[in-house]
């Protein structure tokens, strides 16, 4: 028996559509600077976390230390 036809109406054995040369360069370098813009931006924030989760670290040490 026979499946109907996907209801979007696209066939999966439809080939892809043509691509113009040169645009997976020109995605991949947008990809990049993305990913770039992405990490300076979260530097910051994440160094900010670091340090807490080290100040964090040191206050549970040093109580410790006081039980001790």
């Known amino acids: 028996m026979r499946r109907p036809p996907p ?7 439809d080939p892809k ?3 113009r040369p040169g645009a997976e360069r020109c ?7 993305g990913l770039a813009a ?3 931006a979260l530097r910051p924030v ?3 976390a670091r340090r807490a989760q080290v100040a964090a670290y040191n ?3 040093e109580e410790r230390e006081r039980e001790r």
Request: hydrophobic content about 30%; aromatic content about 4%.
């Open 17 to 19: 559509p043509e691509r």
């Open 59 to 61: 206050a549970y040490v």
């Open 7 to 13: 209801a979007d109406g696209v066939r999966r054995s």
């Open 46 to 48: 994440e160094r900010v």
């Open 38 to 40: 992405r990490g300076a």
């Open 27 to 33: 995605e991949e370098r947008v990809r990049k600077a």
